[in-house]
């Protein structure tokens, strides 16, 4: 192929933009979901379903734009959020996004949640060209921008987790016999793989058992008592929040007391430390970036009192101990930053563009020193954890701030 | 071998769930020959309904002797509105409604109560488990529960008139109705008994697994493993068989096919005991004059 023939669709391309200008057609035409007033904004979130405890996300959003949208808009601009249930059920997660975007006709995709309903439409979404921002789960393939340019995550990975949680056993135990218990999916199997990133060869002699459940198990009584069985003394329970409960609780009842740590996901207290009873999680660690809101620590924090006073007016009936609000406030205010940087040009291109060029955004209910940072080669907008011990009260951290590798 | 000890106990525990599951199944079953899809939703209704009771002040036997009745009448008001109108209806149309109420009760109550997971208070709570964790005074408390409700029902269709009259109306409504029996009546009332059983077993599962609108749903599917295993015509047998399914799916688990196939295991079990013994372990074998 010689130099003149590559170079002419870029000609052709520079001529179209000079004729089609700032009209209002060609605007329309590419910028789906917008309009001189207004945004249209897709998400797919489990109101109903085995995670409905994360349901609260999907609410705070609502709130959370609804009073930007009293206060004016974002660039004068209205967020049209429409946010659907999919039940975490992935075929229901295919039809509504279809519905969202071919129906609805949706600028982009913010924050759907869950590892399998977001696969269930990432090569569709891909395809499209649809924005799939911030998908609210941890798993570390949302940062495949290789083959995946349209979509990127947002908290810190599972593995990533996985492997600050690898380190710290490795530090405080000469010969740790670790179990670990799974969803058999790739949430689950995330935290195996980040435990291998770091244990490497020694994996199989310390690991001395790993067992997986189903998100439809009723109970996992038997996983754990299969672990206990094992020998181990120290645990990982990569679990949504109804089994984590069952695990920590049950744990607690068999009398047994291993060196215990809880998935990311499943750190809510309202949601699964209340369940499980506050003084059976005690001495539970786990892996935060976010501030907690029982964490007296944050009692006058000024991000913290900008969340409380947002949820006061918005959500007065919200359960203030559960997590997940503040999880859905600050990612909100992440996607409000990007819409900013995109000024007018509200593209899908620029969209994504703007997604993933953010420099050390501050968002005040992220844990000091932890900041969300993208570029073109980096889609794990959060890399960093602080491990945390609960106490009977509240997440009390201690530790650095440990920067994961992100991959 | 400690370990084994253990997971047959912790398997009888979650097998006393499927075991109260499984008595309200055989419950309507036995008054109308219906399978009712509904029956855990209905009861994790119930439950929710308990719960707020609780929470507006009622102690907790109040709220559960009011529960178990307005169960009742629920499960009575559905079956004069909505079933006796398809009393004529082929069997697959009884179907399409339970599955219809399944729905409709999920997102009611998902809709009334909120998704999120709560935690259901128990009569038996004490701060000591019992065999070293591995049975909690409120398992033990719930089993005896569900042992109690299986000799109450036991008794009723045995050695009481309207239990008889309830079976003959489920087993052959014209003969029934030509001595005299209301059979309206009869099936109203077992829906009405079946229902006040889910929500029984519904209040007895609820502090195990914590309380969502979804509590049932993987529940039932090893419930109706547990029923057809013993029998679903035959009370006791559907409890030995719950028992049984909590047990081999434990052991199955735990030693044999591995975690990730115990939901199949369950279903294994339905498939197995349909293909070899259609009327279940403990079953009568029913012959119909033609």
Known sequence: MNARSRRRPVVLMAAALLFAGPSGVAVAED???????????GQTEAYSGNASAYGAIGRTLTALFKSVNEAGGVNGRK???????????????????????????????????????NTAVQKYLNMKKVPQLFVATGADKWGDYQRYPWTIGYQPSYRTEAQVYAKYILKTAKAPKIAILFQNDDFGKDYVLGIKDVLGSQYDTLVVKAVSYESTDPT????????????ADTLVIAAIPKMAAQAIRKVYDIGWHPLEFVSDVSVSVGAVIKPAGVEKAVGLITGLYGKDATDPAWANDPGM??????MKANMPDADLTDANYVYGYGVGLTLLQVLKQCGN??????????????????????????????????????????????????????????????? | MIGLLHQILSGLVTGGIYASVALALVMIYQSTHHVNFAQGEMATFSTYIALALIEAGLPYWGAFLATVMISFVMGAVIQIVLMRPMANA?????????????????????????????????????????????????????????????????????????????RAAAFNPVSSRLVGIRVGHMLALGWGLAAALGAVAGMMIAPVVFLDPNMMAGILLYAFAGALLGGIDNPAGAVIGGFAVGVIENLGG??????ELKLSLALFTIVAVLVFRPNGLFGRVLVTRV
């Open chain 1, 220 to 231: 996992i009584d038997s996983q754990i008592v299969t672990l206990q069985s094992s020998g």
């Open chain 2, 90 to 166: 082929p069997v697959l149309s009884s179907v399409g409604v339970f599955i219809g109420l399944l729905l409709v009760f999920n997102s009611i109550t998902g809709w009334i109560f909120s998704y999120t997971i709560k935690s259901f208070p128990s009569p038996f709570e004490a701060s000591r488990p019992l065999l070293g964790g591995f049975l909690s005074p409120h398992e033990l408390g719930a089993t005896v529960v569900t042992l109690a409700v299986l000799v109450a029902v036991y008794l009723f269709f045995r050695h009481t008139k309207l239990g008889l009259a309830m």
């Open chain 1, 345 to 407: 040009d509200l593209s899908r291109a620029n969209i994504m563009k703007q997604a993933t060029n953010l420099k050390d955004l501050e968002i005040p209910t992220l844990l000091p020193g932890i900041k969300v940072n993208t570029s073109p080669t980096n889609y794990h907008p959060i890399r960093q954890l602080q491990l945390a011990r609960w106490n009977g009260k509240t997440w009390e951290r201690f530790g650095e701030v440990i920067s994961g590798a992100g991959s």
């Open chain 1, 31 to 41: 910028m789906p979901g917008v309009t001189a007033t207004s945004i249209k904004i």
């Open chain 2, 254 to 259: 735990a030693y044999v096919v591995g975690t």
């Open chain 1, 305 to 310: 009192n900008e969340w409380r006073a947002f």
């Open chain 1, 79 to 117: 967020i049209d959020f429409i946010s659907v249930d999919d039940g975490y059920i992935p075929p229901r997660t295919v039809e509504q996004t279809r519905r969202l975007v071919e129906e609805e006709g949706v600028s982009f995709m913010f924050n759907a949640l869950g590892t399998p309903t």
